[in-house]
Each structure stands twice: as C-alpha cells, then as structure tokens.
C-alpha cells in the first residue's frame, strides 16, 4: 500500500502569478498533512518560477511528515539542499523553457555531475532518489550509484489511453521489479490523477505516488484536506 507525496509546486505558481504572497504553499502543505499525505514534495527550479527559498525554509520547520525537494543537479540549488536538509532529494531534469518536467533523468550521459551532487548529500546525510524513465539502462545506473530510490516517470502512461496505456504500464511493472531488486526503493509520479492512479498503485512493491497538478487543481473547487484525502483513498484501496 503506497504513501502519498503531494506535490504544492502549483500553488506557489498561483501565487507567483501576481507576484503576491497568496496562496501560500506553506498552508498547503499543513492541510495536506491534515488530509493524510505521508509526504510533501517541493521542486525548487533554478529560475525559482513558483517555489521559493523562503517556503523550503519555512517547510522545514514546519512540515511533519518526509520532506522531499526535487531539483536539479545544479551547484546553487544543492548547497541549498545540503543546508536546509529536507528529508530526501529527487534529482531531475530541468529545462527553463519547459513548462513542467519533460522526461525522466539520463543519468547515463551526466553521470560525473549527478555523481558530484550524490556526495554533497550523502555528506550532509540526505536520502536520494532519482527521477527516471522506466529505461533499464538508466535503472542500471541508479543501482551502480547506489542511490536510495528511483522515483519513476509515468508521463506516457498518462497520456495515453487503452491498449498503449496497458503497454506503458507494463513497462512501469518491469522497470519496478528491476528497481525493487536492485534494492532500492519504487517511487512514481508525473501526470497521475484521480482517474489513472490506481493501476500504479498497484504495481508490486510500490512505497510512493507523488502528485501535484491533479490534487491542486481538485482542491480548487473542494478544498485542499478534501482533495489530498480523496487521494489517499485511491491509492490504498
């Protein structure tokens, strides 16, 4: 039965759409742990376009349950990391013109600087995960690395319907089982909703969902506690 990481991302970028302090990312947070999230997750981008130093701060004196920083292997953003110490960090990917993460990680290609970054954490003692496609070579690199968890990007199966849908899904179970057995922990987020989550969740082994878009866009019209809590249903029925 998998936790919840709930992803606030969102209502920092309501918040930075007027450039005001309104909705505040911190009180999402709270009500998300008063809805039963197991874990809250932050990205902090280099162009800081919604999160801001101020809330992972605030957060992490605040937030009670797993606090999760995503971010880039970037040295301003993981001295950052390293100094506030959140629970765990997720290195993904980042591009400034996208408008939300793309793709999964290629830890084979930037390996020398994603290693650099693994042992600026290890040393402040961070947990790591990394944001991958289910590619087994990619995965084979996580598990060289040694890192803590690999959280899996399930884009494509979001975005797809039907039989691709069931195609995508069993690549996540094998990259899950190949992950699982490499000993690190299966993570997965990216794209789920209320409507598609629950066949990851059902996936073998699987320790957390994070998801930001679809609860933040429910809380809109149902309030945040709610909107976090009809997740949480979901996921561990």
Known sequence: MPHLGVNIDHVATIRQARNTNEPDPVWAAALSELGGADCITLHLREDRRHIQDRDLEVMRQTVKVKLNLELAAEADVVSIACRVKPDQVTLVPERREEVTTE?????????????????????????????????????????????????????????????????????????????????????????????????????????????????????????FRDAVAEMKRLITL
Not at 140 to 169: I, P
Not at 197 to 210: D, F, G, K, S, T
Request: hydrophobic share 45%.
């Open 103 to 223: 793709g999964g990680l290629d830890v084979v290609t930037h390996e020398a600087s994603i290693v650099r970054a693994i042992d600026q954490f290890r040393e402040a003692g961070i947990s790591v995960s990394l944001f991958l496609d289910p590619d087994p070579k990619q995965i084979e690199m996580a598990a060289k690395l040694k890192v803590d968890a690999v959280e899996l990007h399930t884009g494509q199966y979001a975005l797809t319907r039907g039989r691709e849908q069931q195609k995508e899904l069993a690549r996540l179970s094998i990259a899950g089982e190949q992950i699982h057995k490499a000993g690190m922990q299966l993570l997965a987020g990216h794209g789920l909703t209320y409507t598609n989550v629950q066949p990851i969740a059902q996936i073998p082994e699987m320790a957390e969902l994070n998801i930001g878009h679809s609860i933040v866009s429910r809380a809109v019209f149902v309030g």
